[in-house]
């Protein structure tokens, strides 16, 4: 079974902050995603990496960054949380031929 | 923007009818489809995907798709109490790299 997990299920964060989420996968997944899931907003990308170290914006980038530097390990970072950041963020992974497999998300609450 | 459409529902069925959710979407480009399962708390789950004009069907579940019309959907035969979950449209972008770009969901209840 493919397995997406998540640093954390629950974050708390004060504005300002710096915040890291990681995900990682066991399937040797070349493309990762992060997203975000906002109620009446649906999934958003926000950022997705085909390959180790590449990475490319989704639609919503701004005021997030990534990080991929080994296949089975992708993290988002907020670096300086507001709270229009709180969110479920959820990471999937997948590859060219195959559909995206999701992790549990986090629950980000920005105080 | 790519677009996706899907009534937000939420979209009742008594325990044994037919459920059909819809999806329309803007990407012409559009080669694969899927649909996703999501209940209340948890992350999405494939339970179907559709490349070919037509009909795809497995179990209770078929999907069907009209590339001309870019229009694709989600049938439910007998639906149960645990289909009750929200079901989310996603056409795969034409740009590659596997990106999809996600309908808000239809709320599907299923009431016994």
């Known amino acids: 079974d493919v397995k997406v997990t998540q640093s954390s299920r629950y974050l708390v964060k004060r504005t300002g902050e710096k915040v890291f989420l990681e995900c990682v996968q066991d399937?040797?997944?070349?493309?990762m995603f992060w997203y975000r899931q906002d109620p009446g907003l649906g999934l958003r990308l926000i950022y997705f990496?085909?390959?180790?170290?590449?990475?490319e914006k989704g639609d919503i980038p701004e005021g997030y960054s990534v990080s991929r530097e080994k296949k089975e390990r992708f993290s988002l970072i907020l670096e300086s949380a507001s709270t229009n950041q709180t969110s479920m963020y959820l990471c999937?992974?997948?590859?060219?031929?195959?559909?995206?497999?999701f992790g549990p998300g986090t629950r980000l609450t920005v105080l | 923007q790519k677009e996706v459409e899907q009534n937000s529902g939420p979209l009742s069925v008594p325990e044994g009818a037919i459920a059909s959710l819809n999806c329309t979407y803007s990407d012409r480009g559009s080669q694969s489809f899927f649909w996703y399962r999501q209940y209340s708390g948890k992350s999405p789950e494939l339970i179907m995907f559709i490349y070919s004009n037509g009909d795809k069907e497995d179990g209770r579940f078929t999907a069907q798709l009209n590339k001309a019309s870019q229009y694709v959907s989600l049938l439910i035969r007998d639906s149960q109490p645990s289909d009750s979950a929200t079901y989310l449209c996603?056409?795969?972008?034409?740009?590659?790299?596997?990106?999809?770009?996600f309908g808000t969901g239809t709320k599907l209840q299923v009431i016994p």
């Open positions: 990496s085909y390959d180790v170290k590449m990475k």
């Open positions: 996603a056409p795969e972008d034409s740009g590659g790299y596997q990106k999809v770009t």
């Open positions: 999937a992974s997948g590859t060219s031929t195959d559909t995206q497999y």
């Open positions: 399937m040797d997944h070349e493309n």
